[in-house]
C-alpha cells in the first residue's frame, strides 16, 4: 500500500542554518504530494504542495521538488528562523482516493537563537 | 473565513468510559475527515465522510468506535468503551472535494483524548 516515511527528528539547528527534511514515498498511482506543519499549540497547516513529476511547491521561504525518480519530496529551507519550530509532516494523496491523506511520522525542528 | 472547528480540546477519561468529540467544518466543505495522531506519529485516517455519507471507514475500530455526519454538516465521533491506546489528538479536517476533485484539506485544533 502507500506510505511515506520521513527522517527521525528532532533536528536542531542555529538560526540562519540550512534546512533539509527528507521524505521518500511508495505509491501505486501518480501522488499529490504535501507538506504540513504543526506548530505548537496549533492544527496542521499546508505548507506547500506539488500535483505531478518535477513541480516545485515553495512558500514562506520553503521549497520541496516532487522527484518521481528517486520517489522523494525533501523540504528545504536556506536560512531558518526561531519561528519555523514546529512539527513538519510529509503526506500524500492519489487521485482516485478522495482526497485521502497519507501521513509520515512527522520530524520535529528545534531553531535556536 | 470561520476555521474547522472541534471541540472540547481536552478530555481526560478512565478506561471502559465513553466520549465523544464534535466537529463543524468549514461551511460548504463537502468531505469531512476524522485522523487519529497518536503521539510521535503522523495522523491517521479514521473516517470519510462525503457529505452524509462514509466514503472510507476501513481503518475504523468498529467495535468501540462510531462516527456520523448530521445532515451532512457537522459530525460526531464516539468512543465506546475507551481504551488506554485510544490516547491521542483527534483531527477533524474538511475540503471541498467532489468527484474527481482534490482540494485542500483545512484541519480543526484537535482534542487531545488521554484515557486513565
Known amino acids: 500500500g502507500n506510505s511515506v516515511t520521513q527522517m527521525e527528528g528532532p533536528v536542531t539547528l542555529s538560526e540562519e542554518a540550512f534546512l533539509t527534511i527528507n521524505c521518500t514515498y511508495t505509491?501505486?498511482?501518480?501522488?499529490?504530494l504535501f507538506w504540513y506543519v504543526q506548530y505548537p499549540g496549533e492544527g496542521l497547516q499546508l505548507l506547500l504542495k506539488?500535483?505531478?513529476?518535477?513541480d516545485k511547491g515553495s512558500n514562506k521561504g520553503f521549497e520541496a521538488t516532487y522527484r518521481k525518480e528517486t520517489t522523494s519530496f525533501h523540504l528545504e529551507k536556506g536560512s531558518v528562523q526561531v519561528s519555523d519550530s514546529a512539527v513538519y509532516f510529509c503526506?500524500?494523496?492519489?487521485?482516485?482516493?478522495?482526497?485521502?491523506?497519507?501521513f509520515g511520522q512527522g520530524t520535529e525542528l528545534s531553531v535556536k537563537p | 473565513e470561520a476555521g474547522v472547528a472541534q471541540s472540547p480540546r481536552y478530555k481526560i477519561i478512565e478506561k471502559r468510559q465513553s466520549v465523544a468529540f464534535w466537529c463543524n467544518p468549514i461551511?460548504?466543505?463537502?468531505?469531512l475527515y476524522w485522523y487519529q495522531q497518536i503521539l510521535g506519529q503522523g495522523p491517521k485516517l479514521l473516517i470519510q465522510?462525503?457529505?452524509?455519507?462514509?466514503?472510507?471507514d476501513s481503518q475504523l475500530p468498529k467495535d468501540r468506535f462510531s462516527a456520523e455526519r448530521l445532515k451532512g454538516v457537522d459530525s460526531t465521533l464516539k468512543i465506546q468503551p475507551a481504551k488506554l491506546e485510544d490516547s491521542a489528538v483527534y483531527l477533524c479536517?474538511?475540503?471541498?472535494?467532489?468527484?474527481?476533485?482534490?482540494?485542500?484539506?483545512?484541519f480543526g485544533q484537535g482534542t487531545r483524548l488521554t484515557v486513565v
Open positions: 479536517a474538511s475540503s471541498l472535494n467532489g468527484p474527481g476533485l482534490n482540494t485542500e484539506a483545512f
Open positions: 505509491a501505486t498511482g501518480y501522488p499529490s
Open positions: 506539488a500535483t505531478k513529476a518535477d
Open positions: 503526506a500524500l494523496t492519489e487521485s482516485n482516493q478522495g482526497g485521502k491523506l497519507i
Open positions: 461551511s460548504g466543505h463537502a468531505t
Open positions: 465522510f462525503q457529505n452524509n455519507g462514509v466514503v472510507d
